[in-house]
């Protein structure tokens, strides 16, 4: 159901590679409530995915851009503005990639130069992004931008690795580029920090399906997935949510304020009693 949130409000999504992706979603929903925007991913993901055919759904175009490329950027504002017809109201950051991840080095063994890129693609390239932005004055005001995050930016999670550390500079980011915004331009800036979700990108981090089912036990609504998140996402767009900013938002289904659930608990006592049926605790 379509209530045009976003009528007339145009904008810049990235990092929307299959149906898979958050921002894939996103753009659908967007689309769904009147939005205009632009697509845009690195060459190699446009490549590698199928942006083209949500452009075609979505009646737009895709740029491509390196997010961690200022000149890229700089070019992406530019010719989205042109497409548009003017500045833009919104902006979706889902970008993230860590090579140690990839490559399978632990936390406590990190290729450092792996650790900068992880860094400059996940959460460095929210702050290109938001000065270009700023210098380029591409967004309108009361524009909203968000950026996509996880609860790792707040706790320890085995498996997520120097990704963690690039949520929570990501988040940082949003609350210092976030007074600036607002102050100067009444433009708000946001995390939404969602439940694990099966991407593309985030198959590699190690753990995953069992992370999925932990989180879904723990959670009081279950797990958000791609399409709740996308409505999430809108209303954040829309003018509903004028005088939120520099807040990271949990769209979680409740699992960031839990300690202990009674299905995790069930759970974990069916292991115990598996275990002592083979190892029996010895009575004292």
Same mark, same amino acid.
């Given at each position: ?32 409530? &009147? ?22 759904? @979505? ?29 833009? !109201? ?5 970008i993230?990639?860590? %090579?140690n $991840? #990839?490559?399978h080095?632990?936390?406590? !063994? ?7 890129? +992880?860094?400059?693609?996940?959460? /460095?390239?929210?702050?290109?992004? *938001? ?5 380029? !004055? ?10 996509? =995050? ?14 963690? !550390? ?8 949003? #609350? ?5 915004y607002? #102050?100067?331009?009444?433009? #708000? /800036?946001?995390t $939404? =920090? ?5 991407? +593309?990108?985030?198959?590699? $981090?190690?753990?995953? &399906?069992? *992370? ?7 959670? %009081? *609504? ?6 709740? @998140?996308?409505?999430? @996402? ?12 520099m ?11 839990m ?12 292991? *115990? ?7 029996? %605790?010895?009575?004292?």
């Open positions: 159901m379509s209530y045009n949130l976003l009528k007339g409000k145009k904008g810049i999504i990235f990092g929307a590679l299959n149906s898979e992706s958050i921002a894939w979603n996103i753009a659908e929903r967007a689309y769904e409530e &009147g939005a205009t925007f632009t697509l845009t991913n690195t060459a190699v993901a446009m490549r590698m995915g199928e942006t083209k055919q949500l452009a075609e759904k @979505c009646n737009t175009e895709v740029i491509p851009a390196d997010a961690t490329n200022v000149e890229d950027l700089e070019n992406l504002f530019k010719k989205s503005m042109e497409i548009l017809g003017g500045k833009v !109201d919104f902006i979706l950051h889902s993230g990639m860590s %090579p $991840v #990839r490559k080095r632990v936390y406590n !063994d990190l290729d450092y130069n792996y650790l900068s890129k +992880t860094l400059d693609i996940s959460a /460095i390239s929210f702050h290109k992004v *938001l000065q270009t932005a700023w210098k380029l !004055d591409a967004i309108n005001e009361w524009g909203s931008i968000v950026a996509l =995050s996880y609860v790792a930016a707040q706790r320890t999670f085995y498996g997520y690795n120097d990704m963690a !550390d690039a949520k929570a500079l990501l988040e940082s980011i949003a #609350r210092s580029f976030g007074y600036i607002g #102050r100067e331009r009444k433009v #708000r /800036i946001n $939404v =920090s969602q439940s694990p979700t099966i991407t +593309t990108a985030g198959s590699g $981090v190690r753990g995953l &399906g069992e *992370l999925l089912d932990f989180s879904e036990r723990m959670s %009081p *609504l279950g797990n958000a997935d791609a399409e709740t @998140c996308a409505d999430y @996402c809108v209303t954040l767009f829309s003018d509903l949510t004028k005088k939120v900013t807040q990271n938002l949990f769209h979680d289904g409740g699992f960031s304020s300690g202990m659930s009674l299905r995790a608990m069930r759970q974990y006592e069916k292991g *115990l009693e598996i275990g002592w049926g083979l190892n029996p %605790p010895k009575k004292k």
